[in-house]
T-cell receptor, first 114, second 110 residues
C-alpha cells in the first residue's frame, strides 16, 4: 500500500462501453497525474492536476476525460476506446507540481479493450 | 525534447551484482530518480540524485554524472525479490514533470 489507491485493479471493456477509473490519495498532496504504461514503452504522461485544476493535457484523445473533484480524488472517464488503448493506467501524486521529490504511484488499473 | 535510454532486459544470478545504466538528454534537469516496479504493482521510489557522485542505500547504490548525462543503479547481493523493472526518470526543471525511460527488466535466477 503506497498511499495512492486505484480501482478497479483490472477492467475489461468493449469499444462501445463507458467506464471510469478512480484514484484516491490521502497523503495531503496537491498534484495528481494520470500516466499510461504500455509494454516496452516509457510511461506516458496524460493529464496533470494541481490544486484540482487541470494544468496539462498531453495531447490525449477526447475519448479519455479526466475529472478532479478535490485534491484527494482523480477520475479517468473512458468511452468508445480502441484496442490500442489497452494498457496499465497509473495514477500518481506529489506534494505539488514544483516538487522535485518524485511521485507516489498507485498500483494501476490494467485495462483491456476488446 | 527528451530522450532517456535504458537497456530493456538483463538476467543475473542470485547473490551477484548488477549495474543498470541510464543515459539521458533532456531539456532542463533537476535530478534523477530510480523506481522499482514489480509486475502488477506500483512503481516505488528507490533513489534520487541531483549532484554528481554515488548515493548508497543498503544493497542499492545510484550514481550520477551530469556532465555525461549518465546514471547507473547498482544492485548488490541480488535476491530473487529483486526481479522487477527498474525505471529511470529525470525531473525536468521548468516543465515540472518527471520524464521516464522504458524501464529495465531484471530477472534474477537461482
Amino acid at each position: 500500500e503506497t498511499g495512492v489507491t486505484q480501482t478497479p485493479r483490472h477492467l475489461v471493456m468493449g469499444m462501445t462501453n463507458k467506464k471510469s477509473l478512480k484514484c484516491e490519495q490521502h497523503l495531503g498532496h496537491n498534484a495528481m497525474y494520470w500516466y499510461k504504461q504500455s509494454a516496452k514503452k516509457p510511461l506516458e504522461l496524460m493529464f496533470v492536476y494541481n490544486f484540482k485544476e487541470q494544468t496539462e493535457n498531453n495531447s490525449v484523445p477526447s475519448r479519455f476525460s479526466p475529472e478532479c473533484p478535490n485534491s484527494s480524488h482523480l477520475f479517468l472517464h473512458l468511452h468508445t476506446l480502441q484496442p490500442e488503448d489497452s494498457a496499465l493506467y497509473l495514477c500518481a501524486s506529489s506534494q505539488d507540481m514544483g516538487s522535485a521529490y518524485g511521485y507516489t504511484f498507485g498500483s494501476g488499473t490494467r485495462l483491456t479493450v476488446v | 525534447g527528451q530522450n532517456i535510454d535504458q537497456p530493456t532486459e538483463m538476467t543475473a544470478t542470485e547473490g551477484a551484482i548488477v549495474q543498470i545504466n541510464c543515459t539521458y538528454q533532456t531539456s532542463g534537469f533537476n535530478g534523477l530518480f530510480w523506481y522499482q516496479q514489480h509486475a502488477g504493482e506500483a512503481p516505488t521510489f528507490l533513489s534520487y540524485n541531483v549532484l554528481d557522485g554515488l548515493e548508497e542505500k543498503g544493497r542499492f547504490s545510484s550514481f550520477l554524472s551530469r556532465s555525461k548525462g549518465y546514471s547507473y543503479l547498482l544492485l548488490k547481493e541480488l535476491q530473487m525479490k529483486d526481479s522487477a523493472s527498474y525505471l529511470c526518470a529525470v525531473w525536468q526543471d521548468g516543465n515540472n514533470r518527471l520524464a521516464f525511460g522504458k524501464g529495465n527488466q531484471v530477472v534474477v535466477i537461482p
